[in-house]
């Protein structure tokens, strides 16, 4: 019966993961508000009918995608930082990564998110709450143990300050431009916080781990 179960989840899960997986990349190429149902049963290479058998209308599958693309992220943010040397280096890494994706995302999705999809942006706002300042105060609290962060920096609203910062640059500003690219904006903003809250002992490792993680980000 065991064995029937996992067939049975895996011929369930398998045209969903293919839903989701196309959404999402549609979503970062093209934004939300142009893409169609039809694209995203094309991209996934499934019926209409199929697609609706999963989600009643597009709202469910924007919904649904940025929920599963989030834990995603969240997945990969987790594995990186908990093998990492220190504090100084899983941050290095979440900034790299995080570049990297931001690299590839459509400069409007977060303001067509927020805009057209406010059920949508409330969950994801939501999910930022939960993981995505937790680990990030996680983080300045063990750097502050290891003297690489200041110990007077307060680890919380720093946490905050990093994320809301790191949204900025995904709305409509005066920051991303003809002459500034969202990927340098990210860039400056993200060492802007870190030598914010780092010692001299974390300076150090900074200038070690960018050279080995954020240059190759930049260059890929």
């Given at each position: 019966m065991k064995n029937v179960s996992v067939v049975l989840l895996r011929i369930i899960m398998e045209p969903l993961n293919k839903i989701l997986t196309s959404a999402v990349e549609l979503f970062r190429q093209y934004g939300?508000?142009?893409?169609?149902?039809?694209?995203?049963?094309?991209?996934?290479?499934?019926?209409?009918?199929?697609l609706y058998q999963h989600f009643a209308n597009k709202n469910e599958v924007v919904t649904e995608s940025v929920q599963w693309y989030k834990e995603h992220m969240c997945e990969v943010c987790d594995a990186q930082m908990a093998e990492s040397e220190n504090a100084i280096e899983a941050m290095v890494k979440m900034l790299a990564f995080m570049?990297?994706?931001?690299?590839?995302?459509?400069?409007?999705?977060?303001?067509?998110?927020?805009?057209?999809?406010?059920?949508?942006?409330k969950t994801f706002r939501e999910q930022l709450e939960l993981r995505d300042v937790g680990m990030i105060r996680d983080n300045i609290q063990q750097g502050i143990e290891e003297g690489l962060y200041r110990p007077e920096v307060n680890a919380d609203l720093m946490a905050r300050f990093r994320l809301e910062s790191s949204l900025m640059i995904l709305q409509p500003n005066l920051l991303v431009n003809d002459r500034n690219s969202l990927i340098s904006v990210a860039l400056e903003i993200?060492?802007?916080?870190?030598?914010?809250?780092?010692?001299?002992?974390?300076?150090?490792?900074?200038?070690?781990?960018?050279?080995?993680?954020?240059k190759q980000e930049v260059k890929s």
């Open positions: 939300m508000k142009a893409i169609t149902m039809d694209d995203i049963a094309r991209r996934a290479g499934i019926s209409k009918k199929t570049d990297n994706m931001n690299k590839q995302m459509n400069p409007m999705l977060l303001f067509e998110l927020q805009r057209y999809f406010p059920e949508a942006y993200g060492e802007h916080f870190m030598y914010g809250i780092m010692t001299q002992k974390g300076v150090k490792l900074y200038h070690k781990y960018k050279d080995k993680h954020i």
